[in-house]
């Protein structure tokens, strides 16, 4: 009885944690993906445009997304994806 | 060993799996090893809408780059319709366009006005487990 009490109470805590994190968590990722997207339309106009505030190097970043582009490669006549990576600190 | 240190003893276990438990999810969702249903959600709208401008812009792409070819090649207008039909059929039946949960259909029309014009039409529908989204690309080649 005792260890099943312990078992609720833990899970309450458990559950209440997380739905605190993840309310500040679903604006982070969904934040980076349209970030992911921006990178590549900008790129795609401008391949030598200098984003510094758009961060690729994803060592150790706690929140990475990878998104795929899709477009249409003329000389092959195929559709080809490329993946964008963005990272930063929104969790 | 009395009843009353048994309960301890388990209530002590169950409280450190508990805390163990708790610790592993926790760091799951800060560091975006596991995303919550919403997320997901409103990610897959995202991946929909980015599909949906992406193969806009492939339909574009691909019609412009058939029609220019027939026109290098000196094809007859007719000739330029059928190949750009087929070349609509080869780049939109790529299996990348149905990946990652949003399944691409699509339909292409043509209005042949040969021998001076003709007006592709393409609709597309994308359907995802959460939504469907429409869009429709058409085009008028001066021949």
């Known amino acids: ?14 559950m209440t944690a997380l739905l605190v994190l993840n309310s500040s968590h679903d604006d982070g990722v969904v934040y980076l993906s349209r970030l992911a997207r921006d990178y590549y339309e900008v790129k795609r106009i401008n391949p030598s445009a200098d984003l510094p505030w758009i961060n690729t190097s994803c060592d150790n ?19 080809k994806a490329e ?9 | 060993m009395g009843d009353v240190m048994k309960g301890f003893i388990i209530t002590g ?6 805390v163990i438990m708790l610790v592993f999810v926790n760091y799951s969702v800060v560091a975006g ?3 919550s249903s919403k997320d997901q959600a409103l990610m897959l709208i995202d991946e929909t809408y980015n599909r949906k401008v ?18 290098s090649a000196s094809l007859s ?9 087929q070349r609509l059929d080869e780049v939109l039946s790529s299996p990348l366009l149905s990946e990652n949960g949003v399944n691409t259909t699509y339909y292409v029309n043509v209005v042949n006005n040969c021998p001076s014009s003709f007006t592709v039409e393409v609709s597309l529908n994308f359907t995802s487990r959460i939504m469907k989204d429409s869009a429709v690309f058409s085009k008028t080649y001066n021949y």
């Open chain 2, 77 to 85: 207008c007719d000739s330029a319709v059928s190949a750009l039909v």
């Open chain 1, 61 to 79: 970043a706690p929140v990475v997304v990878s998104k795929k582009a899709y477009y249409y490669d003329s000389e092959a006549n195929e559709v």
């Open chain 2, 33 to 35: 090893k596991v995303y």
């Open chain 1, 83 to 91: 993946l964008v990576k963005v990272c930063g600190v929104y969790g």
């Open chain 1, 1 to 14: 009885m005792d260890a099943a009490m312990a078992v609720i109470v833990v899970l309450i805590f458990s």
């Open chain 2, 54 to 71: 992406d193969v806009l812009r492939i339909v574009e792409a691909a019609s412009n780059d058939s029609v220019e070819e027939s026109k």
């Open chain 2, 13 to 18: 276990i169950a409280l450190v799996l508990g």
